[in-house]
T-cell receptor, first 114, second 115 residues
Framework: AQSVTQLGSHVSVSEGALVLLRCNYSSSVPPYLFWYVQYPNQGLQLLLKYTSAATLVKGINGFEAEFKKSETSFHLTKPSAHMSDAAEYFCAVSDRDSSYKLIFGSGTRLLVRP | DAGVTQSPTHLIKTRGQQVTLRCSPKSGHDTVSWYQQALGQGPQFIFQYYEEEERQRGNFPDRFSGHQFPNYSSELNVNALLLGDSALYLC??????????????FGQGTRLTVV
């Protein structure tokens, strides 16, 4: 069975500071990994995805994530936080045989202080 | 391209009632998945429809049922509503056949409140 653990339900950073949101996964098969962002009262928007190509994945809005198989991690980073980055972030995993069935973590709310 | 559209956006129902939520997939997509997102939690997979058949199902009771129409749009039906069914219901569409490489596009969701 696959699962995702997001460490920290809330992360607070100052504007301009590094953003680091943690995600660890469990999967018996090579995983497909995703990061989604959700703004209040909205659906989910894909930030980036890992599909067994390059281990460092660049996404939209300056976000990137690195797949580390040895650590079973897929942490999301951004060098400099903007106020507009304040939102809920979800890590998700999918396996090749269950395409499109996404298993989500519980989410991390990012707060950006001025 | 209108993307994934869901209706209604908000809904209030009474315990024991039945509800139908609707989803139109993104143009060119043929697969629809439904997720339940309870307050403060991540979305949970309910089921997925492809070629008008339920292709996969998550750990949800039979009170949750669905349908996909020839135009790929979909409905989610929930019978005998419980207070615990209050959640944001998200629809996601995708194109099957690219073996996991196709991203899922999500609608804005239907907020269901059961009182």
């Amino acid at each position: 069975a696959q699962s995702v653990t997001q460490l920290g339900s809330h992360v607070s950073v100052s504007e301009g500071a590094l953003v680091l949101l943690r995600c660890n996964y469990s999967s018996s098969v090579p995983p497909y990994l995703f990061w989604y962002v959700q703004y209040p009262n909205q659906g989910l928007q894909l930030l980036l995805k890992y599909t067994s190509a390059a281990t460092l994945v660049k996404g939209i809005n300056g976000f990137e994530a690195e797949f580390k198989k040895s650590e079973t991690s897929f942490h999301l980073t951004k060098p400099s936080a903007h106020m507009s980055d304040a939102a809920e972030y979800f890590c998700a995993v999918s396996d090749r045989d269950s395409s499109y069935k996404l298993i989500f973590g519980s989410g991390t709310r990012l707060l950006v202080r001025p | 391209d209108a993307g994934v559209t869901q209706s209604p956006t908000h809904l209030i129902k009474t315990r024991g009632q039945q509800v139908t939520l609707r989803c139109s997939p993104k143009s060119g997509h043929d697969t629809v998945s439904w997720y339940q997102q309870a307050l403060g939690q991540g979305p949970q997979f309910i089921f997925q429809y492809y070629e008008e058949e339920e292709r996969q199902r998550g750990n949800f009771p039979d009170r949750f049922s669905g349908h996909q129409f020839p135009n790929y749009s979909s409905e989610l039906n929930v019978n005998a509503l419980l207070l615990g069914d209050s959640a944001l219901y998200l629809c996601a569409s995708s194109l099957l056949g690219q073996r996991g490489n196709t991203e899922a596009f999500f609608g804005q969701g239907t907020r269901l409140t059961v009182v």
